[in-house]
Structure formats: structure tokens, C-alpha cells
């Protein structure tokens, strides 16, 4: 997590990247999924809204067979993904570790690594909203539980669009590239 945080740095092993980094790179999927777990869980913002609006309906599914059921095909599918990272041409790899180098910015961390922050951060993503989902059915009427599984189903969603825009990315490069080439 700290590597994705920090774009893949060659330092993320060493050090924590600045509160800073941490709330760019994961801000924005914790506010969806923040947003979407209470819209899902109708009981946690009845909590603290009871004296000005009461949220009157019932959903019907339940996280934890949403994260059980779809998310273990997502994580093959990311992990296949992640497999490319290393058929990757050796070109193209140096021309993104180039892209960070001359970026003439020495005080913006990254590294070419930030493929393979890129690449495992949804899938760790992926497995938390599976164990969470597990813990869901186990306990199904636990509704900390039942908004922690929407939460990490969600945020693993995200990242996982995450991901699919990575791929996009890299395989845009990738024939731009050879259409440079021929």
C-alpha cells in the first residue's frame, strides 16, 4: 500500500510516503466506497441523521454473496493481468522508468515500479473484501460487519478499475510504440 502510495519509489521499502501521497492515491476510493456503504446500509446513517431524515428501505442483498460470488472470478482476473506485467517489452519498461527520471521533477517519487504496485494493490484489495465477505455470512446480522464488507467491496471495485485503466494505459503506449516502429 505504501508503494502504490508513493508511485512505486524505489524508497517505499524504506520509508512511509507523506500523509500527503496517502491521501492522493486513496482518498478518492475510500470517499466512494464510504458514500456507497452508507447509502447500502441504510441502519449506520440512521445512527447519527435520526433528527433530521430517516432513510426508510431495506436492501435486499447481502455484501458478503456479492463478495463471495464476484469477486473471486475478479481476482483471476487481476491476477492474470498481473501475469502480463511480466511479458511486458523490455522497451517499453525502460521508457517508463525514463518518463519518471526526466520528468525533470526530482522531488515527484516513482519508479517504473508502480506497475507492480498497480498490479497487487487490487488484488490485496480483492482478498480483504473476500475474508470481510466470508466474515459477512458467517455473522449476517452484524451490521458493522455488514458495512465493513460493503466498504471493502467497493474499494476493491475501485481498484480494480484501477487496474483495467492501468491495462489500458500500458497497452496504449505499447502500440503506439510499435506503430513508431514500423
Not at 39 to 53: A, E, G, K, V
Request: with cysteine; charged share 10%; glycine share 8%.
Amino acid at each position: 500500500m505504501n508503494a502504490y502510495a508513493f508511485h512505486g519509489d524505489f524508497d517505499a521499502d524504506n520509508r512511509f510516503a507523506s500523509v500527503w501521497a496517502w491521501l492522493k492515491a486513496y482518498f478518492a476510493g475510500v470517499l466512494v466506497s464510504v458514500v456507497l456503504t452508507a447509502f447500502l446500509t441504510p441502519s449506520i446513517p440512521n445512527m447519527f441523521l435520526s433528527h433530521c431524515i430517516r432513510l426508510d428501505y431495506t436492501v435486499t442483498v447481502m455484501p458478503g454473496d456479492l463478495a463471495t460470488g464476484i469477486l473471486p472470478n475478479l481476482l483471476g482476473f487481476g491476477i492474470g493481468v498481473y501475469a502480463l506485467v511480466f511479458a511486458l517489452d523490455r522497451s517499453l519498461v525502460k521508457d517508463l522508468q525514463a518518463t519518471f527520471q526526466g520528468s525533470g521533477k526530482p522531488s515527484i517519487p516513482g519508479s517504473v515500479l508502480l506497475l507492480n504496485a498497480e498490479m497487487a494493490l487490487p488484488l490485496i484489495m480483492l482478498i480483504a473484501a473476500i475474508v470481510v465477505g466470508v466474515m459477512q455470512k458467517v455473522f449476517p446480522n452484524g451490521v458493522l460487519l455488514i458495512a465493513g464488507s460493503w466498504f471493502t467491496f467497493w474499494l476493491s471495485i475501485y481498484f480494480i478499475l484501477g487496474l483495467v485503466h492501468s491495462l489500458f494505459m500500458m497497452v496504449d503506449v505499447h502500440l503506439s510504440q510499435r506503430l513508431k516502429d514500423n
